[in-house]
């Protein structure tokens, strides 16, 4: 496994850094001191160095030749110290020097990968295990445990830093800033100002994921849990301001704030998705009438086993006639029941899931620990229903759903 994948590598360009710090910058705010904790080969601080005002910056990279390259940043007029550390090993607050005690900057790119896929690649930059969300046993077990690696960096300066005037400003997951904006409030922290400017992850990264650089004040005013989010830091055109209606989460507050009388109790009762920890064997695309799993080969198996499956993005575009474009596979009808029939009844589906089966026997959630191979997790009656959720999308699936139950 390289490197880049276990450290959760997306060194930012050099246009994108510049792009960040001039966004900042135009902001009208000014910083003496500026923090990097993860810097990689330094292009934040390079686009840091050339900004008035900046008179020194601190720089934290574990990787010893990323910070070869950090070191040979020079600036007459600003004093760059750069130390090879893993940040989750000190305090940040307390063990740096400073010159001075002005409000500080904290600005970066921390790792975009989960503990999860850390685990998974034996990866060792983890940070110290806690359960700072405060899970239970059973939701710990079932996947709610595992975070970004971003996020615990986020947690991490927002704890150290709590009752200094600081800003942090990292590039991350959309997923991980909304987490963010969650604990904030939860802790009832002093925040001030938030907002995400959105970013194309795909064209700096070659990533498909919705990121953003997220930045939060504390200590600086007011305190609001409002985030606005713009289209991107360049423009900053103002798409929406999401935030909270009392402690719910809401993607836009002014839209809300229209319909909030509508809310209440509903009849209906959510329940989970099938789990099974093997999205590219277990979910398949079906195109131009061929089923490709995720690492695009082609996949011949008994459609008895195959199931429309709805993602969570389909749901904002879900339509009447609306053609599934994902399938899953479903080796159980109950939590437990076992799969050696598979064998006879399936034989196509038995091979492909065997020709997968150092993948699926090294799920590493403790659920699977001495259950029949190739089991799945949140399957039940209720998985084979012909109607879930509502009926929009009991119109949709119906026929599809009918003809399989």
């Not at 590598?9 to 003496?32: C, I, M, S, Y």
């Not at 499956?309 to 339509?319: E, F, G, N, R």
């Given at each position: 496994?390289?490197?880049?994948?276990?450290l959760?590598?997306?060194?930012?360009?050099?246009?994108l850094a510049?792009?960040?710090?001039?966004?900042?910058?135009?902001?009208?705010?000014q910083?003496?001191?500026i923090?990097?904790?993860t810097?990689?080969?330094?292009?934040?601080i390079?686009a840091?160095v050339?900004?008035?005002?900046v008179?020194?910056?601190?720089g934290?990279?574990?990787q010893?030749?990323y910070?070869?390259k950090s070191?040979?940043?020079h600036?007459d007029?600003v004093?760059v110290?750069?130390?090879?550390?893993?940040?989750?090993?000190?305090?940040?607050?307390?063990?740096?020097?400073?010159?001075s005690s002005?409000?500080l900057?904290v600005?970066?790119?921390?790792?975009?990968?989960?503990?999860?896929?850390?685990?998974?690649?034996?990866g060792?930059?983890l940070?110290?295990k806690?359960?700072?969300h405060?899970?239970?046993?059973?939701e710990?077990?079932?996947?709610?445990?595992?975070?970004?690696?971003?996020e615990?960096?986020w947690?991490?300066?927002?704890?150290?830093?709590?009752?200094?005037?600081?800003?942090?400003a990292l590039?991350?997951?959309?997923?991980?800033?909304?987490?963010?904006?969650?604990f904030?409030?939860?802790?009832?922290?002093p925040?001030?100002?938030?907002?995400?400017?959105r970013?194309?992850?795909?064209?700096w990264?070659?990533?498909?994921?919705?990121a953003?650089l997220?930045?939060?004040?504390l200590?600086?005013?007011?305190?609001?849990?409002d985030?606005?989010e713009?289209d991107?830091?360049?423009?900053a055109?103002?798409?929406?301001?999401?935030?909270?209606y009392g402690?719910?989460?809401?993607?836009?507050?002014d839209s809300?704030?229209?319909v909030?009388?509508?809310e209440?109790?509903?009849?209906?009762?959510?329940?989970?998705?099938?789990?099974?920890?093997?999205?590219?064997?277990?979910?398949?695309?079906?195109?131009?009438?061929?089923l490709?799993?995720g690492?695009?080969?082609?996949v011949d198996?008994?459609?008895?086993?195959?199931?429309?499956?709805?993602?969570?993005?389909?749901?904002?575009?879900?339509?009447?006639?609306y053609?599934?474009?994902k399938?899953?596979?479903?080796?159980q009808?109950?939590?437990?029941?076992?799969?050696?029939h598979?064998?006879e009844?399936?034989?196509?589906?038995?091979?492909y899931?065997?020709?997968?089966?150092?993948?699926?026997?090294s799920?590493?959630s403790s659920?699977y620990?001495n259950?029949p191979r190739?089991?799945?997790?949140?399957?039940?009656k209720?998985?084979f229903?012909p109607?879930?959720a509502?009926?929009?999308?009991?119109?949709v699936?119906?026929?599809?759903m009918?003809?399989?139950?």
């Amino acid at each position: 496994m390289s490197k880049k994948k276990t450290l959760g590598d997306f060194q930012t360009p050099v246009q994108l850094a510049r792009n960040v710090v001039t966004r900042l910058f135009a902001d009208g705010l000014q910083w003496e001191r500026i923090l990097e904790p993860t810097c990689g080969q330094g292009n934040f601080i390079r686009a840091c160095v050339e900004e008035a005002g900046v008179r020194e910056i601190i720089g934290l990279e574990i990787q010893q030749s990323y910070v070869k390259k950090s070191k040979r940043i020079h600036s007459d007029a600003v004093k760059v110290s750069i130390h090879q550390q893993d940040i989750f090993d000190i305090n940040l607050a307390e063990s740096l020097e400073w010159n001075s005690s002005s409000p500080l900057l904290v600005i970066g790119n921390p790792p975009w990968i989960t503990n999860a896929e850390l685990g998974r690649i034996n990866g060792n930059n983890l940070p110290k295990k806690s359960n700072f969300h405060r899970l239970s046993g059973l939701e710990a077990m079932t996947g709610k445990s595992n975070f970004d690696i971003a996020e615990a960096v986020w947690l991490k300066l927002i704890h150290e830093f709590v009752n200094d005037t600081v800003t942090i400003a990292l590039l991350c997951k959309t997923s991980v800033a909304r987490r963010v904006a969650q604990f904030v409030l939860q802790k009832e922290l002093p925040v001030n100002s938030m907002s995400l400017y959105r970013i194309e992850a795909r064209r700096w990264f070659n990533v498909a994921v919705d990121a953003g650089l997220f930045k939060l004040e504390l200590n600086q005013g007011e305190v609001s849990y409002d985030v606005a989010e713009y289209d991107n830091p360049v423009d900053a055109n103002h798409i929406r301001t999401f935030g909270f209606y009392g402690r719910n989460m809401v993607a836009d507050l002014d839209s809300y704030r229209q319909v909030a009388d509508l809310e209440g109790n509903s009849r209906l009762i959510w329940r989970q998705g099938v789990k099974h920890d093997a999205a590219k064997i277990m979910e398949l695309t079906y195109l131009n009438g061929i089923l490709r799993n995720g690492y695009g080969d082609h996949v011949d198996i008994e459609t008895d086993y195959l199931y429309p499956l709805l993602k969570s993005s389909d749901v904002q575009s879900v339509s009447i006639g609306y053609v599934p474009r994902k399938y899953v596979i479903a080796t159980q009808e109950r939590v437990g029941q076992q799969t050696v029939h598979l064998r006879e009844n399936a034989p196509k589906l038995w091979r492909y899931l065997s020709l997968h089966a150092d993948r699926m026997d090294s799920r590493k959630s403790s659920i699977y620990k001495n259950a029949p191979r190739f089991s799945m997790f949140g399957i039940g009656k209720y998985s084979f229903q012909p109607y879930k959720a509502c009926p929009v999308l009991c119109r949709v699936f119906s026929t599809e759903m009918e003809r399989r139950c």
